[in-house]
Nanobody, 115 residues
Framework: QVQLVESGGGLVQPGGSLRLSCAAS????????MGWYRQGPGKGRELVAT???????NYADSGKGRFTIFRDNAKNTVYLQMNSLKPEDTAVYYC?????????WGKGTLVTVSS
């Protein structure tokens, strides 16, 4: 069983930055893929970025050039550095871990981009 706990959300002005963190309890294995998804107001959940244990990354077009995902395997933690934030980035951001057929989710952290 894996538990994911996100932190780092909050209110930020357009153009600002935030760093989200996701701490995973239990062991992280070399085949685990971790990632961030988000769900904006009135929208479905969408991919933000994923990262493999070895550090290979994948980004949605919405965050390319602005968001960076990275992980510290020793700390069982994945991060999302978000720069140049826009109002349309406002959403609940969820941490995700995929292990084989198992899909684990955190409870989410709210990011609000507003002046």
């Amino acid at each position: 069983q894996v538990q994911l706990v996100e932190s780092g959300g909050g209110l930020v002005q357009p153009g600002g930055s935030l760093r989200l963190s996701c701490a995973a309890s239990g062991s992280i294995f070399s085949r685990d893929v971790m990632g961030w998804y988000r769900q904006g107001p009135g929208k479905g959940r969408e991919l933000v970025a994923t990262i493999t244990y070895g550090g290979s990354t994948n980004y949605a077009d919405s965050g390319k050039g602005r968001f960076t995902i990275f992980r510290d395997n020793a700390k069982n933690t994945v991060y999302l550095q978000m720069n140049s934030l826009k109002p349309e980035d406002t959403a609940v951001y969820y941490c995700n871990l995929v292990r084989g057929r198992m899909n684990y989710w955190g409870k989410g952290t709210l990011v609000t981009v507003s002046s």
